[in-house]
């Protein structure tokens, strides 16, 4: 790994430079459009020391991030608009958070192409700048922002552009309450009919582990494993791209079993568990089925996450180990489950008598 100045002769007696970069074995050579006369002696060495300068800054480049240097000429070719699109398309299946960020993307940056290498921390933060300028609630704002993130962070892991996410200042979300289960609701959803019974299996089989729903879409027969006398999921998770290994409960093992039963006849090869559809029909699904089963709030696909946490917490198990099983980076994130048990313990006190 390394860079290199090369002197190219040209027809007119000049000479041009270029920078070959060595990465893995292989060679790419970097244009510096930089001429100089030979004859012309300290011209000459001005302009050459101009092109060991600019050999040395993508030499300190490579160092932190050989692949998206060496890529660069892919990243150059690359419109991240159309790498957005197809991220929205093929990995978070049309989600609406994605394609209103999208369309911010495109009102923010007007009709004129936007190349991969022009993605930056400047850039992000002017974009940021734009969203904070609209008329919207902060937690939109905040939404749209993570939309961005969430798609920066797989470019990112595809060497496709720096990894900066965690330097922009994220906008703080308003105090929206969890939206979560207890025990009997759970049951109630449980025996009420669902249109979708593919979307009724996975959101109770979230219940009891947690997963997020690009990852119930993702979860493959490959996935399940037999350690001992207990099945796990072994999956990478959807959103960070990092593995994580699950034990299942015997409530998971029930609805996992009806997915089975329900997906018996699909095609040989699809080997997909849950078989659902796109993003808005499992929203307008789960809507009305919570409402029939009289659920005082709308039913989100994440309200499954929600649940499962927040029974986790009630049945037990400590912060520590529900960061571990939610796949959460660090503990703090995790944290404001414990504030939700914590408020449904007062509520509990409070209502002892008092005289």
Known sequence: MGVSV??????????????DIYFKGQRQQVKTNIRADKTQGREYQRVKRQAEAKAADLEEQLKIDPAAVFLGKERRSTDFLEYFERVILHEKNGEPLYKNTLKHLQDFNGKKSLPMDSINQTWAEQFRAYIDGLTLKETTKANYLHGLKVVLNQAAREHLVSDFTRSLKPFKKNDVSLKYLTIDQIKSIDATPCTHPAIKAAFLFACFTGLRISDLRALHDADIHHDGERLTIRFKMKKNGK???????????????????????????DDRIF?????TQCLNVLRAWGKTAGIPFNLT????????AVMSLQNGVDLFTLSKLLGHSTIAITQVYAKVVDETKTAAMDKLPSW
């Open 6 to 19: 090369r002197e190219i002769a040209l027809k007119d007696g000049g000479v041009s430079f270029s920078i």
């Open 243 to 269: 593995w994580q290994y699950l034990v299942m409960g015997a409530q998971a093992l029930k609805y996992l079993e009806k997915a089975k039963l329900l997906h018996k006849d699909r095609p040989a090869d």
């Open 275 to 279: 078989l659902l559809p796109g993003a």
């Open 301 to 308: 696909p994440h309200c499954s996450r929600h649940t499962f």
